[in-house]
């Protein structure tokens, strides 16, 4: 796995409840309200803030922790622009967890958790020149110079990456954190030791203890092999270099970050023994002899038309520098005065980001193109006529999905405006409607998948009986566009887990038109020895390496019935939800003709699928509609006629004093694996919670337990540690 985060669309990665957060994201983009701040009332104050949050959440969510953004940062900055705006009109609506108070997310669980020394920050932003003068009047009232005193402000370029913290102690380097949510960060030294910018060790005049911040970051050249090399190989292929940077940083095997071309610019600092000198740019051109990079394009500015003047030239600029950035950093550059201007809850008073405004440009929208994503989603991509967007070519724009084309009546021949926003993504702002040729006819999104000719379908959220934005293919066992992601995914470890067959032989085989669909697994070994070309005979394999993959694959022909539906890769059928199932059905042939009938919903069939505990609507829908799919059906006999499917246990009702309880784990767990402790909490009835809300009944937490103890502790949950836990459980 060369992944750092879990997929997003990996069903058992990845809860009902993260698919209707990035859900409701993109629905966002049209949910910034309408109503003039000035005019709204308390209550519709009061509910735009909370929906407001809750989007920014879910955004910050995909952007931070799965370095997937769902909406372009100039839609996510939109939507905090207006936060701000309400809460400036009521005060009231401002809590210590609103978005404008607090900085990023917390550390994925996934990494080990740093506590920084001190706090790594975000910027405040300015976006006009009017902005910008407000920044340099705002710091000469708070620091009550008077109108002939100087101020001097450096200006820098904000480069587009991740900020990155270095700790150096006796001039070595010995730990890297991400920024996380500003308190706590991630421990990532392993993958930051892999960056060739970042030395190891500083020169004798550093003192003692030294951290450096500062930028890692992709250069475009990079990105684009980068992307054009995953593309080849099946692997996850990033929107931008921002993406690309995070992603590859925040790897859990650091070899793969060295392989990486991760780069990294120093421009600010955290806790240090001795502050060698007096002003920001000395500081900066200190690390510079200090053997760090550092950008060359730092200036010292003397007024807000200076500061203007060189965002001016840093913007001409823009194309030429080989990296991205989204604007200009402007910083007091006298320490002391930074020291006595002091920071505003998330940001320093003493700074502010210049942002570029997106840029646009008018050109013909030639034809809508379907493409199939990996995990079956179906995306309309606008093909333009090419086209130069803040001096790079663009011929290729997202319109998001079906109804945001609807929305925005995009048609095939239409005039559209298109925007990059410091993203490499660039996408359809809107339509020229005076350019409109005539009879151009509204666009109409199949409802078949153009890879496989499957059914493609919208999920309806029970709750708020919206559709999901996204349609899907419901072909996956066939669908060649989903073919590796579901084969990967079917002989994963907690699925079918045969060995020796990874994601890099997946991709191989399915290349080669060895292995098309799951049942192809099983006759591999019965094909081979008819042919010519045998897998022995492949380069990176030998006799031994062919029958041990034979073996593994012999030794899964029998298979627990919960495996087997978990390893399907239905939507929302995930480990726990798959047992349930098996649970309820007790075999393969019970299980597959009660959801083939449930497609009718009014036959018992539905009733009983529903009625199940722990099977909700969503999930009853998504399996529905997956057998519903004759394509996958076929699939389905081609594989059974393989395997051996085992009859599973049915439920009983237990007693134990965790059944029906939510459980959280955290930290570091010493007497069992977490899958060790999942599974022994599931037998007893309990449900396992990958994060803690008002639904969870009990933490258990180890060592090194970090944000979610502290949110335990906000909403009064009880917490136990291990022993605690273990002698609950075992009645001791
Ligand atoms: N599209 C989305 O869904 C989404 C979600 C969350 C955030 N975002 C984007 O992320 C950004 C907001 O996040 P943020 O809190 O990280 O703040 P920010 O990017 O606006 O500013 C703070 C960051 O700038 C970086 N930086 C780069 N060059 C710098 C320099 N020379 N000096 C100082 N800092 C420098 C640092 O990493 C610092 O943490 C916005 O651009 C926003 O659009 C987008
Ligand atoms: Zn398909």
Redesign the pocket.
């Known amino acids: 796995m060369t992944r750092s985060t879990p997929d997003r669309n990996d069903p058992a990665a990845r809860g009902t409840a993260t698919a209707e957060a990035s859900g409701d994201a993109v629905a966002g983009e049209a949910a910034v309200g309408a109503t003039a701040v000035e005019a709204l009332t308390e209550a519709d104050a009061r509910a735009e803030h909370a929906a407001l949050a809750r989007e920014i959440r879910a955004n910050d969510e995909a952007y931070y922790r799965e370095d997937a953004p769902v909406i372009s940062d100039a839609a996510y900055d939109a939507l905090r622009r207006r936060l701000a705006e309400i809460e400036a009109r009521f005060p009231e609506l401002i809590s210590p967890d609103s978005p404008t108070q607090t900085v990023g997310v917390a550390p994925s669980e996934t990494f080990g958790e740093v506590r920084h020394a001190v706090p790594m920050l975000s910027l405040d932003n300015a976006f006009t020149e009017e902005d910008v003068a407000d920044f340099v009047g705002r710091v000469r009232r708070f620091l009550r110079l008077g109108a002939d005193e100087p101020l001097v402000v450096t200006a820098e370029p904000k480069i587009d990456g991740l900020s990155l913290s270095l700790r150096y102690e006796n001039r070595r380097l010995v730990l890297a954190a991400t920024r996380g949510d500003g308190t706590t960060g991630e421990n990532v030294t392993a993958n930051a030791r892999t960056i060739a910018d970042i030395p190891d060790t500083l020169p004798a005049d550093a003192p003692d203890i030294v951290e450096v911040r500062g930028e890692c970051y992709m250069a475009h050249a990079d990105f684009a092999a980068l992307n054009a090399r995953e593309a080849e190989e099946g692997g996850r292929v990033f929107a931008n270099p921002r993406n690309a940077a995070a992603g590859s940083l925040r790897q859990l095997d650091p070899a793969v970050t060295a392989r990486r071309p991760l780069r990294f610019f120093a421009y600010a600092w955290g806790e240090m023994s001795g502050v060698p000198e007096a002003t920001q740019y000395d500081m900066v051109a200190r690390f510079g002899r200090w053997g760090l990079p550092v950008n060359p394009r730092m200036t010292r500015c003397d007024s807000a038309e200076a500061l203007i003047a060189a965002y001016r030239a840093i913007e001409a600029d823009r194309a030429n520098l080989g990296y991205d950035i989204d604007g200009v950093v402007y910083k007091v550059d006298r320490l002391d005065l930074q020291q006595r201007l002091g920071f505003v809850s998330r940001s320093p008073r003493w700074a502010i980001a210049h942002k570029f405004p997106a840029e646009q440009a008018t050109t013909v929208l030639e034809r809508i193109e379907i493409q199939?994503g990996r995990t079956?989603a179906l995306t309309p991509v606008a093909k333009l006529k090419p086209v130069t967007v803040g001096g790079v070519v663009v011929s290729n724009a997202t319109l998001h999905n079906e109804d945001e084309i609807r929305r925005k009546d995009v048609r095939e021949g239409d005039t559209v405006i298109v925007q990059r926003a410091g993203d490499v993504i660039p996408q359809v702002v809107s339509v020229v409607l005076d350019k409109r040729p005539e009879g151009a006819e509204p666009f109409v999104f199949p409802t078949v998948?153009p890879?496989?000719g499957?059914h493609a379908v919208r999920e309806v959220n029970p709750r708020t009986g919206r559709e999901d934005v996204v349609r899907r293919?419901t072909?996956g066992l066939i669908?060649p566009?989903?073919a590796v992601e579901r084969l990967r995914h079917f002989v994963s470890r907690h699925a079918l887990d045969i060995e020796g067959l990874g994601e890099k032989q997946i991709v191989a085989f399915f290349n080669d038109g060895l292995i098309a669909s799951p049942a192809d697994i099983f006759t591999l070994e019965a094909r081979d020895a008819r042919s010519l070309k045998k897998l022995k005979d492949r380069e990176g394999w030998g006799a031994t390496s062919a029958r041990n993959l034979f073996a593994a694959i012999e030794a899964r022909r029998r298979i627990a019935l919960a495996r087997l539906i978990f390893a399907l890769g239905i939507r929302h059928v995930g480990e726990t939800t798959a047992r349930l199932l098996a649970q309820a059905f007790g075999t393969w042939e019970a299980f597959a003709a009660a959801v083939t009938e449930a497609a009718d919903r009014t036959a018992p069939a539905w009733h009983e699928l529903n009625a199940i505990d722990g099977i909700g609507e969503v999930v009853a829908e998504a399996v529905t509609d997956f057998f519903a799919e004759a394509h996958n059906r076929d699939a389905l006999r081609l594989l059974i006629a393989e395997i051996e499917v085992e009859r599973a246990e049915p439920r009983v009702a237990i007693e134990s004093p965790v059944a029906g309880k939510t459980v959280v784990f955290t930290g570091s767990l010493e007497k069992m694996t977490r899958d060790e402790a999942k599974a022994r909490a599931e037998s007893l009835g309990a449900k396992v919670a990958g994060s803690v809300s008002a639904k969870t009944d009990l933490v258990v937490a180890g060592p090194g337990a970090g944000s979610k103890l502290k949110k335990a502790a906000e909403l009064g949950i009880e917490v136990i540690d291990e022993d605690a836990w273990l002698a609950l459980v075992e009645g001791r």
């Open positions: 199939v079956g998948c890879a496989c499957s293919c072909g669908c566009a989903q």
